[in-house]
Protein backbone atom coordinates (compact mmCIF):
# COMPACT_ATOMS: atom_id res chain seq x y z
CA UNK A 1 0.00 0.00 0.00
CA UNK A 2 1.09 3.26 -0.80
CA UNK A 3 2.11 6.18 2.02
CA UNK A 4 -0.17 9.28 0.63
CA UNK A 5 1.54 12.01 2.04
CA UNK A 6 -0.50 15.05 2.35
CA UNK A 7 1.79 18.12 2.58
CA UNK A 8 -1.00 21.04 3.77
CA UNK A 9 -2.49 18.33 6.52
CA UNK A 10 1.60 17.74 7.94
CA UNK A 11 1.57 21.95 7.86
CA UNK A 12 -1.69 22.01 9.99
CA UNK A 13 -0.46 19.29 11.97
CA UNK A 14 3.23 20.89 12.78
CA UNK A 15 1.32 24.25 13.24
CA UNK A 16 -1.08 22.83 15.82
CA UNK A 17 1.75 21.60 17.92
CA UNK A 18 3.60 24.47 17.70
CA UNK A 19 0.41 26.85 19.13
CA UNK A 20 -0.10 23.92 21.94
CA UNK A 21 3.69 23.91 22.88
CA UNK A 22 4.23 27.27 23.25
CA UNK A 23 0.64 27.53 25.28
CA UNK A 24 1.80 24.92 27.42
CA UNK A 25 5.22 27.08 28.29
CA UNK A 26 2.44 30.28 29.61
CA UNK A 27 0.96 28.16 31.89
CA UNK A 28 2.68 27.75 35.34
CA UNK A 29 0.88 26.81 38.40
CA UNK A 30 1.02 28.40 41.88
CA UNK A 31 1.68 25.10 43.19
CA UNK A 32 5.15 24.82 40.89
CA UNK A 33 6.17 28.22 41.93
CA UNK A 34 5.70 27.15 45.79
CA UNK A 35 7.62 23.88 45.08
CA UNK A 36 10.21 25.88 42.59
CA UNK A 37 10.68 28.48 46.04
CA UNK A 38 10.83 25.02 48.35
CA UNK A 39 13.62 23.77 46.44
CA UNK A 40 15.78 27.10 46.04
CA UNK A 41 15.83 27.47 50.01
CA UNK A 42 16.61 23.41 49.74
CA UNK A 43 19.40 23.61 47.69
CA UNK A 44 21.51 26.92 49.66
CA UNK A 45 20.13 25.02 53.15
CA UNK A 46 21.85 21.65 51.84
CA UNK A 47 24.83 23.29 50.40
CA UNK A 48 23.51 21.40 47.05
CA UNK A 49 23.81 22.03 43.29
CA UNK A 50 21.50 20.83 40.57
CA UNK A 51 22.73 19.29 37.82
CA UNK A 52 20.36 19.15 34.77
CA UNK A 53 19.92 16.85 31.57
CA UNK A 54 19.03 18.66 28.27
CA UNK A 55 15.97 16.03 28.11
CA UNK A 56 14.62 17.05 31.60
CA UNK A 57 11.75 18.98 31.93
CA UNK A 58 11.53 22.90 31.12
CA UNK A 59 10.71 23.78 34.65
CA UNK A 60 13.72 21.83 35.93
CA UNK A 61 16.05 23.41 33.48
CA UNK A 62 15.17 26.57 34.47
CA UNK A 63 15.59 26.02 38.44
CA UNK A 64 18.70 24.83 37.42
CA UNK A 65 19.99 27.97 35.32
CA UNK A 66 18.44 30.16 38.33
CA UNK A 67 20.29 28.27 41.55
CA UNK A 68 24.14 28.36 39.66
CA UNK A 69 23.59 24.73 38.48
CA UNK A 70 24.08 23.20 35.08
CA UNK A 71 21.79 22.13 32.15
CA UNK A 72 24.32 20.22 30.08
CA UNK A 73 24.76 16.47 28.37
CA UNK A 74 26.16 13.64 30.66
CA UNK A 75 30.28 14.79 29.95
CA UNK A 76 29.52 18.31 30.99
CA UNK A 77 27.57 17.14 33.62
CA UNK A 78 29.88 14.40 35.06
CA UNK A 79 33.09 17.52 35.02
CA UNK A 80 31.00 20.26 36.04
CA UNK A 81 29.61 18.19 39.24
CA UNK A 82 33.13 16.94 40.08
CA UNK A 83 34.63 20.41 39.87
CA UNK A 84 31.74 22.12 41.90
CA UNK A 85 32.39 22.92 45.46
CA UNK A 86 29.00 21.76 46.64
CA UNK A 87 28.59 18.62 49.20
CA UNK A 88 25.81 17.53 47.35
CA UNK A 89 25.16 17.04 43.77
CA UNK A 90 21.22 16.69 42.65
CA UNK A 91 21.27 14.71 40.03
CA UNK A 92 18.08 15.25 37.39
CA UNK A 93 18.82 12.78 34.20
CA UNK A 94 18.71 9.39 34.66
CA UNK A 95 20.19 6.80 36.58
CA UNK A 96 23.91 6.66 34.82
CA UNK A 97 24.08 9.94 35.23
CA UNK A 98 23.92 9.69 39.31
CA UNK A 99 26.52 6.85 39.33
CA UNK A 100 28.66 9.07 36.99
CA UNK A 101 28.90 11.61 39.61
CA UNK A 102 29.09 9.08 42.31
CA UNK A 103 31.93 7.83 40.88
CA UNK A 104 33.93 10.73 40.25
CA UNK A 105 33.05 12.33 43.41
CA UNK A 106 32.91 9.47 45.43
CA UNK A 107 33.52 12.13 48.85
CA UNK A 108 29.64 14.04 47.80
CA UNK A 109 26.26 13.13 48.22
CA UNK A 110 24.61 12.44 45.17
CA UNK A 111 20.73 12.49 45.54
CA UNK A 112 18.20 11.94 41.78
CA UNK A 113 14.70 13.05 42.03
CA UNK A 114 13.94 9.22 41.17
CA UNK A 115 16.31 6.04 41.28
CA UNK A 116 13.52 4.65 38.95
CA UNK A 117 14.74 6.67 36.41
CA UNK A 118 16.83 4.41 34.11
CA UNK A 119 18.20 4.13 30.29
CA UNK A 120 17.21 1.17 27.63
CA UNK A 121 20.68 1.33 26.63
CA UNK A 122 21.71 0.43 30.53
CA UNK A 123 18.62 -1.96 31.14
CA UNK A 124 19.81 -3.79 27.96
CA UNK A 125 23.55 -4.33 28.85
CA UNK A 126 23.71 -6.57 32.46
CA UNK A 127 27.14 -6.97 33.53
CA UNK A 128 27.09 -11.06 33.51
CA UNK A 129 26.31 -11.13 29.73
CA UNK A 130 28.34 -8.12 28.74
CA UNK A 131 31.25 -9.77 30.84
CA UNK A 132 31.14 -13.01 28.85
CA UNK A 133 30.77 -11.42 25.86
CA UNK A 134 33.79 -9.23 26.07
CA UNK A 135 36.03 -12.93 26.95
CA UNK A 136 35.18 -13.67 23.99
CA UNK A 137 37.30 -11.10 22.53
CA UNK A 138 40.34 -10.64 24.71
CA UNK A 139 42.24 -8.63 22.19
CA UNK A 140 39.97 -5.91 21.76
CA UNK A 141 39.48 -2.58 23.63
CA UNK A 142 36.29 -2.35 25.33
CA UNK A 143 34.42 1.13 24.92
CA UNK A 144 31.50 1.55 26.31
CA UNK A 145 29.25 4.45 25.74
CA UNK A 146 27.93 6.35 29.60
CA UNK A 147 24.71 5.12 29.35
CA UNK A 148 25.52 2.02 30.77
CA UNK A 149 25.75 0.62 34.93
CA UNK A 150 29.15 1.40 37.27
CA UNK A 151 29.51 -2.32 36.90
CA UNK A 152 29.67 -2.28 32.76
CA UNK A 153 32.01 1.33 33.40
CA UNK A 154 34.23 -1.20 35.67
CA UNK A 155 34.39 -3.60 32.78
CA UNK A 156 35.85 -1.29 30.26
CA UNK A 157 39.06 -0.09 28.87
CA UNK A 158 37.41 3.23 27.96
CA UNK A 159 33.99 5.47 28.37
CA UNK A 160 32.79 7.63 25.99
CA UNK A 161 30.04 10.09 25.59
CA UNK A 162 27.91 11.37 22.44
CA UNK A 163 30.31 14.33 22.21
CA UNK A 164 33.37 12.33 22.28
CA UNK A 165 32.97 9.12 20.94
CA UNK A 166 34.47 9.53 17.46
CA UNK A 167 38.30 11.43 18.78
CA UNK A 168 38.48 8.49 21.26
CA UNK A 169 37.82 5.54 18.44
CA UNK A 170 39.83 7.77 15.90
CA UNK A 171 42.62 7.91 18.14
CA UNK A 172 42.11 4.25 18.95
CA UNK A 173 42.53 3.06 15.44
CA UNK A 174 45.44 4.77 14.93
CA UNK A 175 46.96 3.15 17.63
CA UNK A 176 46.15 0.00 16.00
CA UNK A 177 43.34 -1.42 18.40
CA UNK A 178 40.24 -3.57 17.59
CA UNK A 179 37.17 -2.00 19.38
CA UNK A 180 34.14 -4.06 21.52
CA UNK A 181 32.01 -1.35 21.70
CA UNK A 182 28.87 -0.79 23.51
CA UNK A 183 25.87 -0.72 24.11
CA UNK A 184 23.90 1.76 21.68
CA UNK A 185 24.36 -0.22 18.06
CA UNK A 186 23.42 2.47 16.17
CA UNK A 187 26.08 5.08 17.88
CA UNK A 188 28.39 2.66 17.06
CA UNK A 189 27.60 2.01 13.30
CA UNK A 190 28.33 5.91 12.80
CA UNK A 191 31.61 5.62 14.42
CA UNK A 192 32.00 2.53 12.60
CA UNK A 193 31.18 4.08 9.24
CA UNK A 194 32.86 7.66 10.27
CA UNK A 195 36.08 6.08 11.24
CA UNK A 196 36.44 2.74 9.37
CA UNK A 197 37.72 1.00 12.83
CA UNK A 198 37.15 -2.14 13.36
CA UNK A 199 34.22 -3.03 15.90
CA UNK A 200 32.46 -5.34 17.25
CA UNK A 201 28.63 -3.86 18.57
CA UNK A 202 26.72 -4.98 21.19
CA UNK A 203 22.82 -4.68 20.21
CA UNK A 204 21.36 -1.78 22.17
CA UNK A 205 19.61 0.73 21.51
CA UNK A 206 17.64 3.97 22.67
CA UNK A 207 13.68 3.68 22.72
CA UNK A 208 13.49 7.28 22.06
CA UNK A 209 15.95 7.74 19.10
CA UNK A 210 15.33 4.55 17.44
CA UNK A 211 11.71 5.76 16.41
CA UNK A 212 13.15 8.79 14.47
CA UNK A 213 11.95 7.64 11.16
CA UNK A 214 13.74 9.23 8.00
CA UNK A 215 10.41 8.74 5.47
CA UNK A 216 8.78 11.21 7.97
CA UNK A 217 12.04 13.65 7.99
CA UNK A 218 11.70 13.71 4.38
CA UNK A 219 8.42 14.18 3.64
CA UNK A 220 8.62 16.90 6.35
CA UNK A 221 11.39 18.42 4.44
CA UNK A 222 9.29 18.92 1.55
CA UNK A 223 7.22 21.10 3.65
CA UNK A 224 9.73 23.02 4.93
CA UNK A 225 12.22 23.02 2.22
CA UNK A 226 15.05 25.79 4.08
CA UNK A 227 15.03 23.35 7.23
CA UNK A 228 18.15 21.63 8.43
CA UNK A 229 17.42 18.76 9.79
CA UNK A 230 19.92 18.22 13.24
CA UNK A 231 20.42 14.38 14.00
CA UNK A 232 21.73 12.70 16.96
CA UNK A 233 23.67 9.38 16.19
CA UNK A 234 22.09 7.04 18.33
CA UNK A 235 19.53 7.47 15.54
CA UNK A 236 19.22 4.44 12.96
CA UNK A 237 21.50 4.61 10.07
CA UNK A 238 18.47 5.67 7.42
CA UNK A 239 17.97 9.08 9.83
CA UNK A 240 21.29 9.75 9.79
CA UNK A 241 21.74 9.87 5.69
CA UNK A 242 19.00 12.69 5.62
CA UNK A 243 20.60 14.82 8.39
CA UNK A 244 22.25 18.30 8.05
CA UNK A 245 24.02 17.73 11.37
CA UNK A 246 24.89 14.48 13.19
CA UNK A 247 26.06 15.61 17.00
CA UNK A 248 25.64 14.77 20.89
CA UNK A 249 22.85 17.21 21.93
CA UNK A 250 25.57 19.46 22.93
CA UNK A 251 26.93 20.07 19.11
CA UNK A 252 22.98 19.77 17.85
CA UNK A 253 22.55 23.01 20.22
CA UNK A 254 25.79 24.82 18.72
CA UNK A 255 24.57 23.97 15.28
CA UNK A 256 21.03 25.33 16.08
CA UNK A 257 22.55 28.65 17.36
CA UNK A 258 25.09 28.87 14.83
CA UNK A 259 23.22 27.92 11.25
CA UNK A 260 21.67 30.00 9.37
CA UNK A 261 18.56 28.64 8.33
CA UNK A 262 15.23 29.97 10.06
CA UNK A 263 13.69 26.24 10.65
CA UNK A 264 15.37 23.16 12.20
CA UNK A 265 13.84 19.74 12.45
CA UNK A 266 15.52 18.04 15.09
CA UNK A 267 15.70 13.95 15.57
CA UNK A 268 16.61 13.77 19.32
CA UNK A 269 14.63 14.28 22.56
CA UNK A 270 12.48 17.68 22.72
CA UNK A 271 13.65 18.41 26.18
CA UNK A 272 16.54 19.91 23.71
CA UNK A 273 14.08 22.67 22.59
CA UNK A 274 14.22 24.74 25.67
CA UNK A 275 17.73 25.72 25.46
CA UNK A 276 17.17 25.81 21.68
CA UNK A 277 14.41 28.12 22.07
CA UNK A 278 16.19 30.22 24.48
CA UNK A 279 19.28 30.52 22.20
CA UNK A 280 17.04 31.67 19.32
CA UNK A 281 14.01 33.04 20.26
CA UNK A 282 13.20 33.95 16.49
CA UNK A 283 13.96 30.83 15.18
CA UNK A 284 11.61 27.64 14.61
CA UNK A 285 11.96 23.83 15.87
CA UNK A 286 10.18 21.43 14.90
CA UNK A 287 10.25 17.34 15.94
CA UNK A 288 10.91 14.96 13.56
CA UNK A 289 8.29 12.82 13.18
CA UNK A 290 8.32 9.19 14.80
CA UNK A 291 4.82 8.02 13.63
CA UNK A 292 4.90 6.56 9.54
CA UNK A 293 5.22 3.01 8.15
CA UNK A 294 6.59 0.98 10.98
CA UNK A 295 5.90 2.92 13.59
CA UNK A 296 4.93 2.06 17.31
CA UNK A 297 5.86 5.35 18.70
CA UNK A 298 6.67 3.95 22.38
CA UNK A 299 8.44 7.10 22.83
CA UNK A 300 7.23 10.00 20.91
CA UNK A 301 10.36 12.01 21.22
CA UNK A 302 10.69 12.31 24.92
CA UNK A 303 12.25 10.06 26.91
CA UNK A 304 9.41 8.32 29.45
CA UNK A 305 12.25 7.71 32.28
CA UNK A 306 13.86 11.97 31.86
CA UNK A 307 10.30 12.57 32.25
CA UNK A 308 9.80 10.75 35.85
CA UNK A 309 11.88 13.64 37.26
CA UNK A 310 9.89 16.03 38.99
CA UNK A 311 9.79 18.75 40.58
CA UNK A 312 7.76 17.42 43.34
CA UNK A 313 10.64 14.29 43.31
CA UNK A 314 13.35 17.12 43.31
CA UNK A 315 12.45 18.78 46.40
CA UNK A 316 11.02 15.51 48.39
CA UNK A 317 14.60 14.11 47.74
CA UNK A 318 16.32 17.54 48.96
CA UNK A 319 13.80 17.19 51.67
CA UNK A 320 14.11 13.62 52.68
CA UNK A 321 18.10 12.95 51.27
CA UNK A 322 15.99 10.44 49.32
CA UNK A 323 17.08 9.38 46.34
CA UNK A 324 20.57 8.63 47.18
CA UNK A 325 23.31 7.14 44.87
CA UNK A 326 25.47 4.31 46.40
CA UNK A 327 27.79 2.28 44.91
CA UNK A 328 30.45 -0.54 45.84
CA UNK A 329 33.87 0.85 46.49
CA UNK A 330 35.94 -1.89 44.59
CA UNK A 331 33.24 -1.61 41.43
CA UNK A 332 33.60 2.21 41.85
CA UNK A 333 37.13 2.46 41.61
CA UNK A 334 37.57 0.28 38.87
CA UNK A 335 34.85 2.27 36.98
CA UNK A 336 36.84 5.91 37.93
CA UNK A 337 39.86 4.39 35.55
CA UNK A 338 37.88 4.42 32.54
CA UNK A 339 35.80 7.41 33.10
CA UNK A 340 38.98 9.49 34.07
CA UNK A 341 40.68 8.49 30.79
CA UNK A 342 37.81 9.96 29.03
CA UNK A 343 38.30 12.88 31.06
CA UNK A 344 41.74 13.60 30.68
CA UNK A 345 41.45 12.90 26.72
CA UNK A 346 39.27 15.83 26.85
CA UNK A 347 41.08 17.98 28.28
CA UNK A 348 43.84 17.52 26.04
S1 LIG B 1 16.79 9.21 25.71
FE1 LIG B 1 17.45 7.13 25.21
S2 LIG B 1 19.61 7.10 25.71
FE2 LIG B 1 18.74 8.90 26.75
S3 LIG B 1 18.17 8.15 28.79
FE3 LIG B 1 16.34 7.95 27.51
S4 LIG B 1 16.44 5.82 26.75
FE4 LIG B 1 18.48 6.34 27.51
Not at 169 to 177: F, K, P, W
Request: negative net charge; proline residues 4%.
Amino acid sequence: MSELFNKSALRDTVQKYLSEAEENLKIKSVDDEQIRAEIKSLLKEKNAVLVAHYYTEDAIQELAEETGGIIADSLEMARFGANHPAETLVVAGVKFMGETAKILSPEKTILMPTLEATCSLDIGCPIDEFSAFCDQYPDRKVVVYANTSAAVKARADWVVTSSIALDVVEHLVEQGEKIIWAPDQHLGGYIQRETGADMILWDGACIVHEEFKAKGITDLKAVYPDAAVLVHPESPEAVVEVADVVGSTSQLLNASKTMTNDTFIVATDRGIFYKMKQASPDKRFIEAPTAGSGASCRSCAHCPWMALNSLEMLRDALKNNSGEIHIQEETRVKALLPLQKMLNFQAK
